[in-house]
């Protein structure tokens, strides 16, 4: 059966995407910039970023390559040496945009206020995520634009404060950009925009795989306390990641809520645990989960993950129609078969940089994104998956969205000698959720 090559373009892809700026045809993202039309103090867009981790420094350095005129003028950790390891790789990048003063080299959990009382235009926040929602509250509140790292939140009551913030956010005309990058794609915008308007007819089904080995671990140090080790550890305590489903699979479910036009499902009933992360340096979080999501039209989603040493790795997206069937492996195929046979053949962009490309071109243009709502409904449905998995039990959307669980301390209690209890690992049938 022969495919047929696309001869989508681009411009459609982000007309068309639901991450698209509104009622707004963007040019390709080499032409976003350096139109100095946004309404600052100063010629600059000036940038603050809010944790200093791998991702942080990746974000900074490609808001930056965003346009000449945005400058990086202020930074915050917990850890001094991470912010000061992102410092230095960000000046070798680009060190005439690098403008951070070390009066604005902020250290602490509250580092993130003084961030915000510095004058920034914008904010970057790569925080761990059990962060998020109270610097995306404070950073709205502050009147800044941000782009913020998936999740969102690690617990609905997160959740319900994303979607507060969400909305005073746009009463603001504010930019809010999520880390979803997947959305950001040229090969998935053309393959969903041929979902989403029928090309395979009404979906019955979506099965997502996301499908790793292990990520990194530091040894403990022995003049770190038990909060210092949890914090240098975080992606392996629920509390601060919210398990590896929420953290790093949240990507699949975001595509599965993608493909099914956002519609949110009524119901979730999964299983997981831990088969291989047995050992305490994992902390309390599982190693596999499998979740069936049902619709309100009946259609099911299917979300399986895993993160297992030496196991294989896969991540793709099946998306099962009246029609036909798009199958969609990121970065390397898209691919359509049924009734309309079509393949993605084009050139490929890099997400992460289209991201910033977007963002910063809306500011320039007095234009506004605000990815709020959906960002947190795609972290909710991590979260939501976790609870069914942990619990043993089939919760609907309210139940899940109206827990008033929080997995960790409460914000004013952060500190390094906190004797925050050794986490439970969870215990179907037993884990109480709701």
């Not at 398990?243 to 299983?271: K, N, R, Y």
């Not at 393949?343 to 320039?364: G, K, R, S, V, W």
Request: with cysteine.
């Amino acid at each position: 059966m022969k495919i047929k090559k696309t001869s989508y373009n681009r411009r459609e892809f982000v007309k068309k995407s639901s991450y698209a700026v509104a009622g707004t045809s963007l040019i390709h993202p080499a032409s976003y910039a350096y139109t100095n039309t946004f309404n600052t103090s100063s010629n600059h867009l000036k940038v603050g970023l809010i944790g200093c981790g791998g991702r942080g420094t990746g974000a900074a350095a490609q808001a930056m390559s965003a346009g000449k005129d945005i400058k990086l003028t202020a930074m915050a950790d917990v850890f001094e040496d991470r912010l000061e390891s992102s410092y230095s790789e960000l000046l070798k990048i680009s060190s005439n945009q690098v403008k951070v003063e070390k009066k604005n080299k902020f250290i602490g959990f509250d580092a993130y206020q003084k961030v915000l009382a510095s004058d920034v235009d914008v904010i970057i926040l790569t925080t761990p995520p059990a962060f998020r929602p109270a610097q995306f509250k404070a950073a709205i509140e502050a009147g800044k634009h941000v782009f913020c790292e998936k999740p969102m939140a690690v617990d609905a009551p997160g959740v319900r404060s994303i979607l507060e913030s969400a909305k005073k956010a746009k009463a603001k005309n504010l930019n809010v950009v999520a880390g979803f990058t997947y959305r950001f794609g040229w090969g998935n915008r053309a393959i969903f925009d041929k979902i989403n308007t029928g090309a395979i007819g009404n979906i019955r089904s979506v099965t997502t795989f996301r499908y790793g080995g292990e990520l990194w671990y530091k040894e403990r140090q022995p003049n770190w306390t038990d909060m210092t080790y949890q914090m240098r550890n975080w992606y392996y305590y629920n509390w601060l990641s919210g398990d590896f489903i929420v953290e790093q699979a949240v990507h699949s479910l975001d595509l599965m809520s993608w493909a099914m036009g956002d519609v949110i499902p009524v119901s979730a009933v999964g299983t997981g645990g831990r088969q291989k992360r047995t050992d305490p340096k994992y902390g309390n979080i599982y190693d596999h989960f499998s979740v069936e999501f049902t619709y309100p039209n009946g259609a099911k989603g299917y979300h399986f993950t895993r993160q297992q040493a030496d196991t294989d790795t896969r991540n793709s997206v099946d998306v099962f129609g009246t029609r036909g069937i798009a199958e969609i492996h990121p970065g390397r195929k898209y691919e359509i078969r049924g009734e309309e046979n079509w393949a993605y053949n084009e050139e490929e962009n890099n997400m992460y940089q289209t991201q910033h490309d977007e963002l910063f071109h809306a500011i320039h243009k007095g234009e506004t994104i605000n990815h709020g709502e959906q960002m947190a409904h795609s972290s909710m449905l991590a979260i939501w998956a976790r609870m069914a998995a942990y619990s043993g039990k089939d919760i609907s959307w309210d139940e899940a969205l109206s827990s008033n669980i929080s997995l960790g301390p409460d914000n004013d209690a952060y500190d390094w000698n906190l004797k925050w209890p050794s986490p439970s690992i969870a215990v179907p049938g037993k884990t109480k959720v709701l």
